[in-house]
Every structure is written in structure tokens, then in C-alpha cells.
């Protein structure tokens, strides 16, 4: 893949050397590193936190001790020990349900819908929660969200049952053309939100909890105690700022192209897409193939003809399909929709013949 000339799904992977030549032109001659959080790591909580039209942020080095730490809030505040997720969220696929065995709280699931909960769902509730959460978008879902009124409706009905509203907003970034409201509009509708600079953002790692002043002092010291207080982060940080400034801008221009990009590919012969258009620069692709194959092929494709196409094919329910996640980024704009169709041919023709 960094050897390819032409990048479909992904970015081109950057070696040690690219990352640290990146950090080098970005620090000014003076450019101090930070001391347990000063520094450029409260520049970044500054810039988040302003972005996101909140009273304040917090830095962690990871996305899972930041939620968790928010769930904790919820559940303290609100004396509840069980909060709303969805059984494909975050805590409950990749964060090894930190939230119930290090904090001892207890999920209840709204829906199983692949989508996130509506307002009816959230009402219905056999039990009160501390905290719903909402991701956004709901990435094993096909990163998929919920329209602007959806969203809206759903957050009133979880506070009109006493819960506070989470947005497990790795991914916000993308979520602002959908939705058609900027991010501080976004994160109004929440009491908290976490927010990732490595994903779409391309930083080094490192992520942001936002909301209000009292919940930023609790999520210092909880930082704290889970170990998140480090005493430089400098790199993590500014990477992120990094990102904001030339990542986040483009955005909205990834977001658009990607609707080409997959209207092109649902040509394709036994293609599925979805959803359609994509919600968001990032969207599932299925074929009529077995993962196996589509990974020889595309590993060919870019070893002989310097062009890579996507990787990462699983095997799915279906006997003889495989998906794959697509992201479109900055190298895939200058593809057109005919190169897409064009160079899926091409994959194709690798396994039929």
C-alpha cells in the first residue's frame, strides 16, 4: 500500500521518519514540551473545547478511559448504576466492558436495531439509566446516523426520563455535512462528548472529553487514578492539533466524494453498498467473493500495477461474500468515477480468471 502511486480506500501509511519530520516542521525553534498537561496539551483542550462550543476539555491518552470516566460521572451524579448502549457501541465491542468491571455499572440496551436509539425507544425503558449513549455514527452499523430531528428527539426523551446524554463522537468530525449542523451545534445536544484525533484526524493517538467545568474537574482526577496522567504528551498533541488544522477542513470535501466513490463500486458486478450514500467518508462494501480472494487480488493489483483498491476483506454470513470498509481520504478525490469502476474490473478479473 506505500508503495502504491494510487490510494482508493485508506491513507498511505507514513513510516517513523514521516511522523517525526511532520513533527518537526509543525514545532516552532521554541516550542517547549508540555509538563503533566500544560503546554500543548492545553492548547489542544483550549482548541476542542471552542470547536465544540463547551465550557471545557480534558486530554486522555485513550478513548476508552474517556468514556468510561463519563459513564462514572453519569452514575454518580444520578445515583444509577445502569446506563443505555447499543450492543455494537464502542464499550460494548472494543472497550472489553471497561464501564462494567472496572466501575461496576450495568448496560441496558435500548435497541438492537443496527442504528442508534429513537426517542420511543429511550422512553420505553423498563428501568431508569444514568446516561444514554449515542454514537455518532454507529461505526459496525456501517457508520451509519441519525437524522438531525432523530437525534434531536432522542436526546430531549433521555433527559425527559433524568439521563444525562453522551455522544461517543470518535467520529463526530465526519457527522457534521449529515446532519447538515456544525460541531458545537453537534455537541449542544449532549452533556458530554468524546472525541478522537487519531481516527479521520491522523494524529499520533490521544482524545478529548468535553462539557462543562465540573465535569472537567472530575475527569482530571479520575484521569488521574486510571492512570492517564502522564508526564508528556507532547507528541499525541501536537499531531492533533496538526489534524484539526489541515484534516478537518477537508472533510466535508472526503464526504462528498465518497458518495461517487460509492455509486461507482455499487456498479460493480454483485456489489452492495451501504448505506447509500454514505452518511459519512467511510461506508461498507460487500462482493460475491470469499475474503481470501479479494485480499490476493488487491494485494496483486497494488504489487503489479502500483494502485490499491481496499483491503481488510472479512468473511461475512453469507457463504461466498466478503465486506470491507471504505475510507475515502485525500488520495482517493482524484479518482474519478469511471477509474473507480474501471479498477474494480480489474480486482474482478483477477479472481474470475
Known sequence: MRGCDRLLSGARPATVRDRLAE?????????????????????????????????????FPTGTMAQQVALRYGAELTGRRAVALHPLGHQEVYERRAYADLTGLRAVHPTAAPRNPTAAEIAALAEPVSTVVFELPVRDAGFV????????????????AGARVHFDGARI??????????????????????????????????????GTTALARYARAWRHRYGGQLFQQWPAALTALIGLERELPRIPDYVRHAGTVAAALAELPGAVVFPRPPHTHQFRLWLPHPAGLLDRAALALAEEEKVWFAGGWRDTGVPGHAMTEITVLEPALEWSARDVVETGTRLLDRIQH
Not at 42 to 55: I, K
Not at 145 to 160: G, M, N, Q, V
Not at 178 to 188: D, K
Open 23 to 59: 513533527l518537526s516542521a509543525a514545532a516552532g525553534g521554541e516550542l517547549m514540551p508540555d509538563f503533566y498537561g500544560d503546554g500543548l496539551v492545553a492548547e489542544l483542550e483550549d482548541r476542542v473545547a471552542a470547536l465544540l462550543g463547551t465550557e471545557a476539555a480534558v486530554f
Open 173 to 210: 468530525w465526519e457527522s457534521t455535512p449529515y446532519l447538515g449542523h456544525g460541531l458545537a451545534a453537534i455537541a449542544g445536544r449532549a452533556d458530554s462528548t468524546y472525541v478522537s484525533f487519531y481516527k479521520t484526524l491522523g494524529g499520533l493517538g490521544g482524545a478529548a472529553l468535553a
Open 145 to 160: 446516523l441519525p437524522t438531525w430531528s432523530e437525534l434531536t428527539e432522542a436526546c430531549d426523551a433521555a433527559r425527559a
